[in-house]
């Protein structure tokens, strides 16, 4: 079974990889997709290896496509959950990782709400140790950026000459700083992010990223356009926007959508707030493709777990 990224053992965010690493990836992701929907049996890759699903966010779709693509593999799963855990009595993240290690687990997918906590954790444990990012705080989700190269590659035939939009909270979005970082190491084309000031990113813009104020202009052309949901969990109270307010001025409807290229697609990470960021009328449109990004995560994590997953050596 080939092993697409040779030495890859921790993805923590896409500056582990190159651009050959990850179109890698993405090629061996694509050849995976009828095992990774259900279509073709499961393989043997993983067999008697134990990946552990470290979750102290809560998730539906990273979970369980990580879930899936570890049992797709021939992989046991260990959930954990951490409102029902240890945590609540004053375990620390490192002593879990420690307890669970201590009973034979092999790769570990580790969302957690903290900036630095999963790289924190990677470094504590060892480079041995294969580690997957699902989700760090406001910074990284890897393997999010992944899927939705693989879903714009499917949809558009081809990761350049594009013109890719970002809408929204892009501030608190490790979706739009992973993906904006992938997009510019594929050579995508041109990158835009739209956003009110408040949840504006200024340092995406020394990356070659042109920040728009306003939706209509930037959306002037695209071809690729990502909504985001308002990450409020990570707002002050007194600086959430209303909703409604934010769907006036940045609301991603089929009037605004007019203004892409005719061919556009929209995209989403979910889970979505509709008729906060994005309109029902544009979110169920054909030009949606946010189902698609959703099966292929279990394609792009059987992919990673694949990859990073130290193998037993054979008896
Ligand atoms: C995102 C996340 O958790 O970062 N969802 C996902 O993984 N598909 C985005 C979000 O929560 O808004």
Same mark, same amino acid.
């Given at each position: 079974? %080939? ?9 923590? =965010?896409?500056? =582990? #990889? ?24 499961? #393989? !043997? ?30 992989? *046991? ?41 999963? %790289? ?7 480079? *041995? ?15 999010? %950026?992944? #899927? ?41 084309? *041109?990158?835009?992010?739209?956003? &009110? &000031? ?42 959430? &926007? ?18 892409? *290229?005719? =061919? ?6 979910? &889970? ?30 059987? !992919? ?12």
């Amino acid at each position: 079974m %080939a092993v697409t990224a040779p030495g890859l053992r921790q993805l923590l =965010d896409i500056d =582990d #990889l190159d651009a050959g690493s990850a179109l890698a990836l993405l090629d061996r992701a694509e050849a995976l997709r009828e095992v990774a929907a259900g279509r073709a049996p499961a #393989l !043997a890759t993983l067999a008697g290896r134990t990946v552990v699903n470290l979750f102290f966010e809560n998730s539906t779709r990273t979970r369980i496509s990580f879930g899936l693509a570890a049992r797709r593999l021939g992989a *046991e799963v260990v959930e954990f959950h951490a409102h029902t855990s240890s945590t609540s009595k004053g375990e620390t993240l490192l002593d879990t990782w420690r307890t669970i290690d201590a009973m034979g687990c092999d790769a570990w997918v580790v969302r957690h709400g903290g900036d630095e906590s999963v %790289a924190q954790l990677a470094a504590a444990v060892g480079p *041995e140790v294969a580690i997957v990012n699902a989700g760090s705080g406001t910074r990284a989700h890897p393997t999010q %950026a992944l #899927l939705d190269a693989l879903t714009i590659r499917q949809r558009k035939g081809r990761l350049h000459d594009l013109k890719v939009l970002v809408i929204g909270d892009v501030r608190h979005s490790r979706v739009a700083r992973s993906n904006l970082k992938l997009m510019a190491m594929l050579g995508m084309g *041109e990158l835009r992010v739209a956003a &009110p &000031p408040a949840l504006q990113a200024p340092e995406l813009a020394t990356d070659g990223v042109a920040l728009f104020d306003r939706l209509e202009p930037a959306l002037a052309g695209c071809d690729v356009v990502m909504a985001l949901r308002l990450q409020t969990e990570r707002m002050a109270s007194a600086s959430i &926007p209303d909703g409604a307010a934010f769907f006036r001025d940045w609301g991603l409807t089929p009037a605004r959508m007019a203004l892409a *290229e005719p =061919d556009a697609i929209v995209m989403h990470p979910g &889970p979505m707030n509709r008729e906060v960021e994005i309109a029902s009328a544009v979110a169920d449109s054909p030009a949606a493709v946010i189902w698609d990004q959703v099966g292929n995560g279990v394609a792009m994590r059987m !992919a990673v777990l694949e990859a990073i997953t130290p193998r037993r050596p054979q008896a």
